[in-house]
């Protein structure tokens, strides 16, 4: 079993800015990706941002210029750093990640349970 724990999110005026945090423990043989979806009321999840092992990025149009999404390897987490946040970035943000759990066995995807981002006009 796997699990995701989030951390960092809450109230943000307006302009301001964010760190969110997000550790995987339990069986984890490899982990493939890691990173960021959110969802706002009445929208789907949508992609924030994720990093490979390999430390490639993608990142949504919306937050690319004002985000950056790092791994430490070493202690299976993920952070997202958010500046000049608006209201439109008020959701739910999901930490995700694509794993193998033991040797020999299929990838697999794993889902935090969320944290919520609002933001204040």
């Known amino acids: 079993q796997v699990e995701l724990v989030e951390s960092g999110g809450g109230l943000v005026q307006s302009g301001g800015s964010l760190r969110l945090s997000c550790g995987a423990s339990?069986?984890?043989?490899?982990?493939?990706?890691m990173g960021w979806y959110r969802q706002a009321p009445g929208k789907q999840r949508e992609l924030v941002a994720t990093i490979t092992s390999g430390g490639a990025t993608a990142y949504a149009d919306s937050v690319k210029i004002r985000s950056t999404v790092s791994r430490d390897y070493a202690k299976n987490t993920v952070h997202l750093q958010m500046n000049n946040l608006t209201p439109e970035d008020t959701a739910v943000y999901y930490c995700y990640t694509n794993l193998v759990p033991q040797p020999g066995r299929p990838h697999y995807n794993y889902w935090g349970r969320g944290t919520q981002v609002t933001v204040s006009s």
């Open positions: 339990g069986s984890i043989f490899s982990i493939s990706i």
